[in-house]
């Protein structure tokens, strides 16, 4: 397990140059794409990259680990929407090469089924970029999920839909499921890069890179996988770094 600190544009920049840098080496590679807060600057380094002329995403199948039950693809909320507004539609990826769960589709279990399906067609994930929640979820496996879980549908603890209210008008309107690959799909990528920023997330990143391997904190298990890179910013890694001293 590798570990990166620096400030947030560090951080920013160098997610999106070792996802840069995976194209470069595998044009036809296949990446794993998170939503949320966390990634937002790392993808607005990629258009910029692509702009430049530096990276072209012509070749990528891209696959999203989660999206909500319920919701239109419209809406402002649904990670269709975040993903195509913050990375596809500024990029040159083709149509149909990006893949999110059907948060809507009329049998969950199945289009569970098929997303594993389809990942495993392509060849299985090259890159997963990662985020990870206060309770150390990743995708959306809360607390408790087993290691083994492929993609399943998932009640959303309160922690999770609080953290995630900030988002939508109000608490209510929060999705209380969602459709996420799961702890076993994610492991099975060939490289993995988890990246957190801010103070909340110190003590979790604490728990997950140096605490015991366990279901009760589900980034832990990424201390099992052999090629991890953790890029933090000094707030994030403030916990880390005063264990250090």
């Known amino acids: 397990m590798e570990i990166f600190i620096g400030t947030e544009a560090e951080c920013d920049e160098l997610g999106a140059r070792e996802i840069a840098n995976q194209i470069k080496s ?5 990446l794993g794409l998170a939503t949320g807060s966390t990634p937002e600057g790392i993808y607005r ?3 910029e990259k692509h702009r430049n002329g530096e990276v072209s995403f012509a070749r990528v199948t891209t696959f999203n680990l989660d999206e909500y039950v319920g919701i239109p693809e419209s809406h402002e909320c649904s990670y269709h929407y975040f993903m195509d507004t913050n990375l596809f539609r500024h990029v040159d990826i ?6 999110v ?3 809507n589709a009329p049998d969950l279990n199945a289009e569970c089924k098929r997303y594993e399906e389809m990942i495993a067609q392509s060849g299985g994930i090259d890159l997963q970029l990662l985020g990870i929640g206060p309770n150390g979820h ?5 607390p408790g999920t087993p290691f083994e879980s492929l993609t399943h549908v998932v009640d959303l603890t309160e922690s999770t839909i609080n953290a995630n209210s900030r988002f939508f ?8 499921q969602a459709v996420t690959m799961g702890i076993k799909s994610i492991m099975q990528a060939r490289r993995i890069i988890l990246v957190a920023k801010g103070a909340s997330k110190a003590r979790v990143i604490m728990k997950a890179i140096k605490g015991p391997v366990t279901p009760k904190v589900p980034a832990s298990v990424l201390q099992l996988h052999p090629n991890v890179l953790i890029i933090l910013d000094h707030d994030a890694a403030s916990e880390l770094t005063s264990c250090i001293k």
Do not use: M, W, Y
């Not at 595998?26 to 296949?30: A, Q, R, S, Y």
């Open 26 to 30: 595998k044009p036809d590679c296949v």
């Open 94 to 99: 083709r149509p149909g090469a990006t893949h």
């Open 45 to 47: 380094k990629l258009v």
């Open 169 to 176: 008008e109000s608490h209510d309107q929060v999705p209380r």
């Open 101 to 103: 769960p059907n948060g």
């Open 138 to 142: 990743i995708g959306f496996n809360e």
